[in-house]
């Protein structure tokens, strides 16, 4: 059993361990504010096409920011800028608190401050992953911290909505902001008490952050073919086989209609992010692969496959809840343990197999990718769902992952064959016994 729970080995490092305590009280925080925004503009508006709206104005920063932040954090000591954007984020969280205490009914105001909220996450996120290899012990702990760092996103994904859908109605959207606001406190301290994390010097390193330091880090990314099928293989899982945007419509029309559509569509959005979690708790093992191509590859499979079986059960349930709900939790939980499994293994060749001095953009670009590729499933789904119906396009979908994967390893066999890169000996140390 200890070799098939998490590997915590990383947690021995003061640095990580004060960045991972931190995360667990903040991404509750965090993900109450996610809830309560979509909540108070349509609370405000009455209109989803003003919630439709939020993700507009969420995306376009994320995507400048995303990619200008990563270019910051590989041209900036790492410590300065994720002190900065922690500021910047604990000053927004204010902003929404302040807004809703004084009974704001403008929902331009609440979506400005989400766009800048937004532009801070953006700088912030690339600094905050690319510092990894800087503050392990080393380079074979970056599976094992990637999980563990997975594993509490995931778990704030289900207990943050579960915490605000509570409180909501009790205490209102002033004092889910507040919590948010006091919780970035401990990341605030964490990221204060690491060292100066200065950025490494060569031809990718020396540029000053711009657009010309973004287009050294695409150039980069289009040399290095092991990075590019990670960012290649997560947008053929996710554009093909995230079918959220389905979830209300499934909800209704396969697993019970209005008698238990609610509690369908509870266990729809929280299946993905349960499995993860679960993924996550029984990561143990992840720490002892070491071709790191290929579990990744045949994580996508199986995230595939486990769709493609969602969208069957989907077709057979006709409006039947029992058993076929619970089968379709099953399997998208288990979608969502391979997808914990192939995020922490890509995560991982990103950070190992790319060079220090660009490790910013990268992440960047990552941001961009893991924040643009569901919202382009979301078009792509909803768009295809009204043509060939819902659950025919989710078992496609699936089936395309799988396809698309195994293509683009065919493509890139150096990908598939990538193992994991290991901490240099010094010279002169002896051979370990």
Do not use: C
Request: aromatic share 10%; no cysteine; net charge neutral.
């Amino acid at each position: 059993m200890p070799r098939l729970l998490a590997d915590t080995e990383p947690l021995a490092n003061q640095h990580f361990r004060r960045l991972w305590f931190a995360n667990i009280v903040t991404v509750i925080g965090a993900q109450l504010t996610v809830v309560a925004v979509p909540a108070q503009i349509y609370a405000i508006t009455g209109s989803s096409g003003y919630v439709g709206l939020a993700g507009l104005f969420g995306l376009v920063p994320l995507v400048l920011f995303g990619l200008y932040g990563g270019a910051l954090a590989d041209h900036l000591d790492k410590r300065l800028l994720l002190v900065v954007s922690t500021i910047g984020l604990i000053t927004t969280s204010g902003l929404f608190f302040a807004q809703a205490a004084t009974g704001n009914t403008n929902v331009w105001i609440l979506l400005g401050i989400f766009a800048v909220q937004q532009a801070f996450f953006a700088v912030n996120q690339p600094a905050r992953t690319a510092l990894l290899p800087q503050i392990l012990d080393r380079l074979e702990q970056l599976p094992a911290a990637n999980s563990l760092n997975m594993t509490v996103f995931a778990g704030g994904a289900i207990a943050g909505p579960l915490v605000a859908g509570a409180l909501i109605p009790v205490v209102g959207y002033a004092w889910l902001y507040l919590i948010d606001t006091v919780t970035l406190t401990a990341t605030l301290y964490a990221v204060w008490r690491l060292p100066a994390l200065l950025p490494a010097s060569g031809p990718t390193g020396s540029r000053a952050p711009g657009f010309a330091a973004v287009v050294d880090g695409f150039r980069y990314l289009a040399g290095d073919r092991v990075v590019l099928m990670s960012f290649v293989v997560d947008i053929i899982a996710m554009v093909f086989g995230m079918p959220r945007a389905l979830f209300p419509a499934l909800a209704h029309l396969s697993f019970g209609g209005p008698a238990t559509g609610g509690l369908a569509f509870a266990l729809l959005y929280a299946a993905i992010p349960t499995g993860s979690v679960i993924g996550g708790v029984f990561s143990g093992w992840v720490s002892r692969v070491d071709r790191h191509g290929r579990a990744t590859v045949l994580a996508v499979i199986v995230w595939g496959g486990s769709v493609a079986l969602f969208g069957l059960v989907a077709g057979v349930a006709h409006g039947h809840a029992t058993p076929w709900l619970w089968f379709a939790f099953i399997a998208m939980a288990v979608a969502g343990a391979a997808d914990m499994i192939s995020s922490a293994f890509r995560q991982t060749i990103l950070l190992s197999a790319s060079a220090d001095a660009v490790r910013g953009r990268l992440q960047g670009v990552f941001i961009v990718v893991v924040g643009g590729g569901p919202r382009v499933a979301d078009v792509v789904h909803g768009g295809a769902a009204d043509l060939w119906g819902n659950a025919t396009v989710t078992t496609a979908g699936g089936l395309l992952v799988i396809g698309g994967v195994l293509v683009a390893s065919a493509l890139a066999p150096e990908f598939w064959g990538h193992r994991a890169v290991r901490t240099p000996v010094p010279a002169g140390s002896p051979p370990e016994s």
